[in-house]
């Protein structure tokens, strides 16, 4: 399947962070108020385009992006939060490809392999 790279521009961005558990893609500052700088004006936002999952936790619901745990709770000028905009994130259905194996790789790609990975035995 192949996904035209206007497609994530394209889907409709909303202002509140997701309530359900999934993929979101996230634009904006994740860490709004993490500087003193951001409630003064000056140290702007550093807008950053990133995946964020969305998992269901025992007290509610957690979002993670890169390893980082991320605040889902909207800037409000006051308290740390995010500062964007979220949209559902479209992950591919990778069911049924079958996994790549040393032979689907061209001679020149082995060639390479065969110099950077030592010999075992």
Not at 4 to 18: L, M, S
Not at 55 to 75: A, P
Request: glycine share 12%.
């Amino acid at each position: 399947m192949n996904i035209p790279i206007n497609t994530v521009v394209a889907q409709k961005w909303f202002d509140d962070a997701p309530t359900e558990p999934g993929y979101y893609w996230f634009y904006g500052e994740p860490w709004m108020g993490e500087m003193g700088g951001h409630y003064t004006g000056k140290v702007p936002p550093e807008n950053r385009l990133m995946l964020v999952e969305i998992k269901q936790v025992t007290n509610g619901i957690v979002g993670i992006s890169s390893g980082q745990f991320m605040n889902l709770r909207k800037w409000d000028g006051k308290q740390r939060g995010f500062f964007g905009k979220w949209t559902n994130a479209i992950v591919p259905d990778v069911n049924g490809l079958s996994p790549f194996e040393y032979s689907d790789f061209s001679e020149g790609t082995k060639a390479c392999l065969r110099e950077i990975i030592p010999k075992t035995s």
